[in-house]
């Protein structure tokens, strides 16, 4: 009701404008009106986009509200643990709470309950600069900053055949309603988050991927090895008797190296043959002299070069790796490299976590499509391709380019690989594909 049609309403009642009577009713009907706006505007519900279901404003932070997401001890690789806590943060995000700093996984998990070493966020990624990043998106707490934590509702994650997105989805949206968002914490119980139904697209996850800055103590050692690579680069350019190497001035611009996530460890070799089997395809598994061949064929690749060789030498049972290169290619793993005890000294993720910041620098990039390490590797650097505002990541020119050792491209290349940052789910990427944005 408008002002004029208020002041009509008041005389056909017999009350004068100006009386007490009258000023009282109007203000009633002002806290009444503010009240109603408030409440549209902190209920969630005016802004629904596939997606981005629920989203939450810059200033549903700011207001420090006390509601929080608990999510199980997060498992398995280093990128699946980093996917498991990416969808922790968009399910937290989703219901319009913190999330409260998960527990990783310092080991490398198969069956072996007894051997799962919990690890704490921040030992691996830097807590405050997540918050700082992410600030607006989505934020985490640490256990000492929740109130009452009896106030707790456990929430049981569906599993099963019959348990699909939509019946995930329709739980969601039942927690962040009344009287479940009353609780102070959610804690959600069942499977490993890396598991859980996928609801946001691929931008969604890459902007919570970009939140995650390693540890000072862990980039500090992948400083080291990246400066051993680009070392080792610069005395086969002096050997060669030239200042330059692939167009680069040595003496101001750092040397440039190639890496491949040489993927032909045991483990890797019993899962593609069981993930072919089951498909139905024969482009995931990759032989040694098929990775060597198809990475000497890369057109452009400007030698002599360094290739570091990114792979998980306790599960490596071929020790010949580094024979059989093209001339100017020049391979290293971390033994030849001399830095394998760098690499002892720490338990299985942070080693997983240096050789990822080592693939992620480098000036070219070559992985297996079906491989979640590869596949985020190429996602940042996808992304950060995009930020400086490449158009066109899968360009014949392009500042770092990557590659697919297991898709024959032409000229019996590896192809060319770019993440598609449109797509509208992690799938591809959480269990690999041989269907890539450049193909």
């Not at 969604?204 to 080792?232: H, M, P």
């Not at 993720?349 to 491989?371: K, P, T, W």
């Not at 990557?402 to 940052?421: D, F, H, I, K, V």
């Amino acid at each position: 009701m408008d002002l004029l049609s208020l002041r009509k309403h008041l005389r056909l009642h017999g009350l004068r404008w100006n009386s007490l009577a009258c000023k009282c009713v109007f203000l009633v009907v002002i806290v009444l009106g503010f009240r109603a706006a408030c409440l549209y505007r902190f209920s969630g519900f005016g802004s629904i986009e596939k997606g981005n279901f629920f989203a939450t404003s810059d200033s549903d932070f700011l207001r420090g509200k006390s509601k929080f997401l608990e999510v199980p001890q997060i498992i398995w690789g280093l990128n699946n643990q980093k996917i498991a806590l990416a969808r922790a943060c968009l399910t937290a995000r989703m219901l319009n709470r913190t999330l409260l700093m998960p527990s990783l996984s310092a080991s490398l998990f198969y069956k072996e309950v007894d051997l799962l070493k919990p690890i704490s966020f921040d030992k691996i990624f830097h807590f405050d600069k997540f918050n700082s990043l992410c600030k607006g998106f989505i934020q985490l707490s640490r256990y000492s900053e929740v109130i009452n934590r009896t106030d707790l509702l456990e929430l049981r994650k569906g599993t099963g055949r019959r348990w699909t997105v939509d019946n995930d989805l329709h739980q969601l949206r039942r927690f962040h309603q009344h009287p479940f968002d009353e609780y102070e914490i959610i804690r959600i119980v069942g499977k490993n988050p890396f598991l859980w139904h996928d609801h946001w697209p691929v931008k969604d996850y890459a902007k919570v991927f970009e939140c995650l800055v390693l540890g000072e103590d862990i980039s500090i050692e992948a400083d080291k090895v990246v400066s051993k690579i680009r070392e080792i680069g610069l005395k086969v350019s002096k050997q060669v008797g030239s200042s330059q190497i692939n167009g680069l001035n040595s003496m101001s611009e750092p040397v440039p190296y190639a890496a491949v996530h040489m993927r032909i460890e045991k483990d890797w070799m019993i899962h593609c043959k069981n993930v072919e089997q089951r498909l139905n395809i024969s482009e995931i598994c990759s032989s040694k002299d098929q990775i060597i061949q198809r990475v000497g064929n890369i057109e452009g690749l400007k030698t002599p070069i360094i290739i570091y060789l990114a792979v998980a030498d306790d599960l490596l049972e071929d020790d010949s790796i580094t024979a059989g290169w093209k001339e100017g290619l020049l391979p290293y793993e971390k033994k030849t490299l001399g830095v394998l005890d760098l690499y002892k000294k720490h338990p299985y993720l942070i080693q997983s976590a240096i050789d990822y910041e080592v693939c992620l620098r480098s000036d070219v990039f070559v992985g297996n499509s079906f491989s979640t390490f590869s596949s985020l590797v190429v996602l940042d650097r996808t992304q950060k391709m995009i930020s400086m505002g490449v158009k066109r990541p899968c360009g014949m020119i392009v500042r770092w380019p990557s590659y697919a050792y297991n898709l024959e491209g032409e000229s019996e290349s590896p192809r060319r690989w770019a993440t598609n940052m449109s797509e509208s789910s992690l799938h591809a990427i959480s269990y690999g594909s041989n269907h890539i944005s450049c193909s």
